[in-house]
């Protein structure tokens, strides 16, 4: 079993930045996928980028650019730096977590573009 734990959302002004974090922990193995994915009112959970521990990454073309996704030495903690911020961005964002076949969510952290 897998727990993660998301934090850092809340409110920011357009163009503004905002760091998430997602720490996981439990029977993490040592080869795995964390990725970012969000959910804005009445859309689908759509996919944002993932790292392997490899350190590979891969991103959703709309946020190339303004999203960098990352991850501490141990591994175990995620992260995504968000710059340049829009109102479209407003969501619930979701930290994803998969290992041999097994796939684990966080519970979500609010995302609000504002002025």
């Known amino acids: 079993q897998v727990r993660l734990v998301e934090s850092g959302g809340g409110l920011v002004q357009p163009g503004g930045s905002l760091r998430l974090s997602c720490a996981a922990s439990?029977?993490?193995?040592?080869?795995?996928?964390m990725g970012w994915y969000r959910q804005a009112p009445g859309k689908e959970r759509d996919f944002l980028a993932f790292?392997?521990?490899?350190?590979?990454?891969n991103y959703e073309d709309s946020v190339k650019g303004r999203f960098t996704i990352s991850r501490d030495k141990a591994g175990n903690t995620m992260y995504l730096q968000m710059n340049s911020l829009q109102p479209e961005d407003t969501a619930v964002y979701y930290c994803?977590?998969?290992?041999?076949?097994?796939?684990?969510w966080g519970q979500g952290t609010q995302v609000t573009v504002s002025s």
């Open positions: 439990g029977s993490i193995f040592s080869a795995n996928v």
């Open positions: 790292i392997d521990t490899y350190g590979t990454t």
């Open positions: 994803h977590f998969e290992a041999v076949g097994m796939h684990y």
